[in-house]
């Protein structure tokens, strides 16, 4: 998250939400996100909502320069900190930030340019793409497909699901984001179809460590008052955190993010047609909020697999409802 202007009575800030980025206004409120911002973590490079920021650009994209100035470089400066550098955190890439990068690029056998390069991007981006989308390495990591997340049912915070893989560049997607081996087989699989069908669906979130869902539940908490509760899930509780859900918006709505109009695009429709053959469901179905906990959410689809789909399907119930019962034996 960036912020553009401060004109004193209003803030105008992006919220790097999911992987949609969001104008959002306070008029004449002044609302202090500095401990949001500034929130750090000990296992993560950046604080959940600068990683969450990075992987809404896509990562470091684009070579830097001592002398300029960027929001980038804020996370640049972040992410040499944890590495022991001692920086500011404005985002001008200054004399000091050069040094503490020389240092980072001998320390890794890097060129040493003292820019943020190719070579030097690289080597961060890949960093930081494990701390979005954790490996099995050090981690008990599960399969847990069919597990029951609820407002009812949590996951354990440092729960990550096993063999996470970021989508291929064939996927159209806003930013970085991983999901599950066979999740992101199934998503590719009916994003050809779908597009063979003139349908072009874009994926705008997919894997959400525990860390970046509780920077996003605060901060969605700050924006939206007292029902913020029905629009997010709190940490633990999300299904994103099983790697087997994915958020979509389609071209028709020219992409828009987490918007209701989905369920009446022709995406939408497409989906509710087709999605349960590749193993999706949606989650949050129109008038269920008294059975789910959450409001319609028409973008929201989780990969159970394709006989599981079809069984909720003819179940007639939710999902939340179906892997309830299925865990209870009934």
Known sequence: MQFLKDFGVSIFFILAFGTGIFLLSRGGVELDFSALLNRATAI?????????????????????????????????????????ASLGSSSLFDDKTQSALIDFQKNNSLPTTGALDAGTRAFINDDLAEDLCPSSDGNEQEDDTLESVSRDHELRDDY???????????????????????????????????SNDGIY??????????????????????????????GIASPGHSEHQL?????????????????AAFGKSKEGSWMSLHAGDYGFVMSYPDGKESVTGYKYEPWHWRFVGVDVAKKVRASGKTLCEFLKDLSSGK
């Not at 970021?166 to 009916?190: H, Q, W």
């Not at 790697?243 to 918007?259: P, R």
């Open 160 to 194: 990550a699901p096993a063999n996470l893989v970021l989508l291929p560049d064939e996927v159209r997607k806003n930013g970085i984001i991983c999901v599950t081996e066979d999740t992101a087989d199934a998503l590719l699989s009916m994003m050809r179809a779908a």
């Open 44 to 84: 993560l490079s950046l604080s959940a909502g600068s990683l969450n920021g990075w992987r809404a650009e896509g990562g470091f994209t684009k070579d830097v320069f001592p002398g300029e100035k960027s929001h980038f470089i804020s996370y640049l400066k972040e992410y040499l900190a944890s590495r022991g």
């Open 243 to 259: 790697g087997t859900t994915v958020d979509l918006t389609g071209l028709s709505i020219k992409n828009a993010s987490t918007s």
């Open 201 to 230: 669906l874009r994926v705008t979130s997919g894997f959400r460590r525990f860390e970046i869902q509780e920077y996003l539940y605060d901060l969605y908490k700050k924006i939206n008052g007292p029902d913020f509760w029905r």
